[in-house]
């Protein structure tokens, strides 16, 4: 290769080049493109000779450090630090929560442009958090305040995980996954429940459905599912992965839609949903 080719090498851009390719929608055409070269200019950035970095901010946490669009929490998600501003400074700092109220995961909520939303509280971000004793609860992310809660279930599975089916848009909350305890399993009680899917659209929340995962239906060797982009992905432990569409199953097998904050009666229980103690009904079951 000549020196003169090598010179236009895509490896030999410098980043003021690399800038400008992108401003004149090089890389418009394929988001993943356009990904991978933001990457690669942030590493050209941190990795020249000349950058120098200094140490202006340092703070430990006993759990683990979590980071959403500029915020740091810490403890927990007790403490939230804004990374915005020169140096970092502390938002807001909540008491030493007990371990019934420990955070098991969150996922950060942006307001969506251009719509109408019920709440002036709605038109700011929050944090969508999980707690250790079921439930779902809607935080301030400048303050910490709480802004809503509800119930999920009682004692009969415990959910831990927050995930997006469509960003900012549908989320899903799923359970641990069933197992019996040992003096059960000893006298062959069996546990057809395996998971606990249950979906709510966000801005406002509402309850879209719960779907049980069940080994009759799907079969005995399942290890985990999800739900993403509007399917549900089942996975096994041979190494196969299933794939169905979510809206096709609880468009066909719910039982009765419910609304938060409504009165219900279910299977000969009174109460509200999403309220302690009945929390949600499992109202998607396919038979």
Request: hydrophobic share 40%.
């Amino acid at each position: 290769m000549c020196p003169q080719a090598a010179s236009r090498a895509p490896g030999a851009h410098n980043v003021c080049r690399l800038l400008t390719r992108r401003a004149h929608g090089f890389y418009a055409r394929d988001a993943g493109v356009a990904h991978r070269k933001n990457l690669g200019l942030l590493r050209k950035i941190i990795c020249q000779e000349s950058t120098r970095f200094k140490n202006v901010w340092t703070t430990h946490s006993a759990s683990p450090i979590a980071y959403e669009r500029g915020r740091i929490y810490l403890d927990n998600y007790q403490c939230c630090i804004s990374s915005i501003a020169q140096e970092p400074r502390i938002l807001y700092q909540k008491p030493k929560c007990s371990k019934s109220e420990k955070i098991e995961d969150a996922l950060l909520l942006e307001c969506p442009l251009g719509e109408m939303l019920p709440s002036p509280s709605d038109y700011k971000s929050s944090l969508i958090v999980l707690t250790v004793q079921n439930w779902l609860l809607r935080l301030s992310a400048d303050s910490g305040e709480i802004l809503e809660k509800i119930y999920l279930a009682g004692s009969c599975c415990k959910f831990r995980y927050l995930s997006w089916d469509t960003p900012q848009e549908i989320m899903v909350v799923k359970s641990a996954q069933n197992k019996l305890p040992a003096a059960a399993r000893q006298v062959s009680i069996q546990q057809s429940v395996l998971f606990y899917l249950a979906v709510f659209q966000v801005l406002p929340l509402s309850f879209i459905g719960m779907l049980e995962i069940n080994k009759k239906i799907f079969g005995n060797s399942v290890t985990d599912v999800a739900v993403s982009n509007g399917i549900l992905i089942v996975m096994y432990s041979m190494g196969l992965v299933r794939l169905y569409n979510f809206q096709a199953i609880s468009e066909q097998f719910m039982e009765q839609p419910f609304d938060l904050g409504h009165e219900f009666n279910w299977n000969g229980q009174v109460g509200v949903v999403g309220k302690y103690p009945f929390g949600l009904p499992c109202n998607i079951k396919i038979t």
